[in-house]
């Protein structure tokens, strides 16, 4: 396999890491580069910014328990509470779990740092098993604090 191909949009001849992987083309890599294709992208969403918004807020409606997740994710690395060895799919689960009783169970549940990430003495980790279902009433009366 060579390792350059020439873009089918600017015709120029570019390393394979400059086109995007796509597994279901020929060679597995896309026909136009990366740079093309962001130009293509860009001209599509602003030629068709209303289906295109709808488009992302039905594909945010349908991955809400990702987003939601991958926020509390990033919350938690700006205070370098994030750990490498962090199970995400332990910690999706969580967020599942909420989903589910707040959804199926008509409950007001909230996700939970059981040591806060924040702590005045010690700072909690973003990791599952330092995670809780909480009221949110509960969760509001504990604050930063770590329960008594
Ligand atoms: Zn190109």
Known sequence: MSSTRVCTSCSLEKPLDAFYK??????????????????TSKAYSSNNRESES???????????????????????AKLHADVPWADQGKIDFV???????????????????????????????????????????ANRSKGARRKR
């Open 95 to 137: 967020y599942h779990c909420r989903d589910v009783i707040n959804k199926v169970y008509k409950g007001n549940c909230e996700v939970d740092h059981i040591e806060p990430l924040q702590g005045k003495h010690v700072c909690g980790l973003h990791v599952h098993n330092n995670l809780q279902l909480l009221s949110a009433k």
């Open 54 to 76: 709808q488009r992302h807020r039905a594909y945010y409606q349908s991955n809400k328990k990702g987003f939601v997740s991958r926020k509390a994710r990033r919350r938690a």
């Open 22 to 39: 796509d597994k279901t083309k020929r060679g597995g890599y896309r026909p136009d580069c990366k740079v093309c294709k962001r130009a």
